[in-house]
Nanobody
């Protein structure tokens, strides 16, 4: 059964850095785009970043562009989200997700483009 497990969340002061990891199993994840989403208390889930199935293309929400970097290591079935210059508004539960269709990068910025989700990891940024 395909599964995603996030790790690396925690409490950080504003301006600090964290790296989230997402370990995948039960599927040939190298054939699928991967994405990171987040949900803050009282807010809807929002897309944060995505990486193409080949790893050759990356995409970012405007709110994190220039501060976050998504990458993948297909040999390790792991996707990363390096978060620098953290802000209090980055506080949320972060989820990784695997694309719905193999060899497709369509709908990378919407939840409908993904069909497998992790359980989430909490990131809290204090002022």
């Amino acid at each position: 059964q395909a599964q995603l497990v996030e790790s690396g969340g925690g409490l950080m002061q504003a301006g600090g850095s964290l790296r989230l990891s997402c370990a995948a199993s039960g599927r040939t994840f190298s054939n699928y785009k991967m994405g990171w989403f987040r949900q803050a208390p009282g807010k809807e889930r929002e897309w944060v970043a995505a990486i193409s199935w080949s790893g050759g293309s990356t995409y970012y929400a405007d709110s994190v562009k220039g501060r976050f970097t998504i990458s993948r290591d297909n040999a390790k079935n792991t996707v990363y989200l390096q978060m620098n210059s953290l802000k209090p508004e980055d506080t949320a539960i972060y989820y990784c997700a695997s694309g719905r269709t193999s060899y497709s990068n369509r709908y990378y910025d919407t939840g409908a483009g993904y069909d497998i989700w992790g359980q989430g990891t909490q990131v809290t940024v204090s002022k």
